[in-house]
């Protein structure tokens, strides 16, 4: 299982040198965007608007929008001073509490902890002591470049991080349209809610529970495969530089020849012809 980050753990004056790996994954079908006319997948580039031309990464800066087009820009710098800053910190359990006193709308992602080097009998003690009290950990730590509320419990007999939202995350269900406050239902109907209740109540089985649509999706794809109704994307040739070379020079040498302004015509003197002509005739 991949190592996602490695650290210590602390409560009080234990600490636990522990690695961290992802419990869960996703298992969406990811599809891609071709363009129907020849199959071909669609890129995103990015573009500046402004400069009406796609920037490169190195082109890019990172910045908070305070009010509308108003930008402070932070540095790479400026990050990395704040993210050592964070990353050196342990991550340090603040309080115990008990699971149900958090709601689940607080929780985001899944992590198990493993015992790095010389942490084994640590990690066995903080397990025990989660198992026996009921108790759970609240912690703060830095994942990503962020610092993340989570509580530590035991699960399966390993030790869990899970991620929490803050509370200013939480949005106010104050806020929510059109829910309705007490209403008042019929007995009878109230009755009959709670028998459907009562004969849908089972105990929770996660591998009774699949995802229909995806299952559905990929043997849709797999039929299709099979009736080779499939797509080859066209290879777009990648012109060398020499070719590159040459088609800038002659798309200069274009466009000079067209913005080159055309030189004047020289004015011809006017003869007078007829009297000249007359002159001669007289003479």
């Not at 006193?101 to 985001?108: G, L, M, N, T």
């Not at 699960?155 to 929510?176: F, L, M, S």
């Not at 929770?204 to 649509?213: A, G, H, L, N, V």
């Amino acid at each position: 299982m991949h190592t996602m980050w490695k650290g210590t753990i602390s409560f009080g004056l234990v600490n636990i040198p522990v690695k961290m790996h992802a419990a869960t994954q996703n298992n969406d079908v990811k599809l891609r965007q071709l363009h129907k006319e020849c199959q071909t997948p669609i890129k995103y580039e990015k573009v500046c608007p402004v400069c009406d031309r796609e920037v490169g990464n190195d082109e890019i800066v990172k910045a908070y929008e305070y009010t509308k087009n108003k930008f402070v820009v932070l540095d790479d710098e400026d990050l990395e001073a704040l993210k050592k800053e964070q990353t050196d910190k342990a991550v340090e359990i603040i309080d115990f509490v008990k699971l149900e006193e958090i709601d689940p709308i607080y929780f985001e992602r899944s992590y198990y902890l493993s015992p790095n080097e010389g942490g084994t009998k640590a990690y066995a003690l903080l397990r025990t002591a989660l198992k026996d009290t009921g108790k759970i950990g609240v912690a703060k730590m830095m994942i990503r470049s962020k610092e993340q509320m989570a509580v530590i419990r035991v699960y399966q007999n390993t030790i869990v991080v899970e991620t929490i939202h803050y509370p200013d995350e939480v949005r106010d269900v104050k806020d929510v349209p059109n829910v309705p406050q007490e209403v008042e239902t019929g007995k009878k109907e109230l009755d009959t809610a709670k028998m459907l209740i009562d004969q849908l109540t089972t105990t929770f089985d996660p591998e009774k529970y699949q995802d229909e649509y995806r299952i559905a999706l990929l043997d849709r794809i797999e039929e299709k495969k099979g009736k080779d109704e499939v797509a080859t994307a066209k290879t777009t040739p990648t012109p060398d530089n020499v070719t590159d070379l040459m088609a800038a020079l002659q798309a200069s040498i274009d466009k000079a020849k067209k913005d080159k302004p055309k030189p004047k015509q020289p004015k011809t003197r006017k003869t007078k012809t007829k009297a000249k002509t007359k002159k001669t005739a007289e003479g």
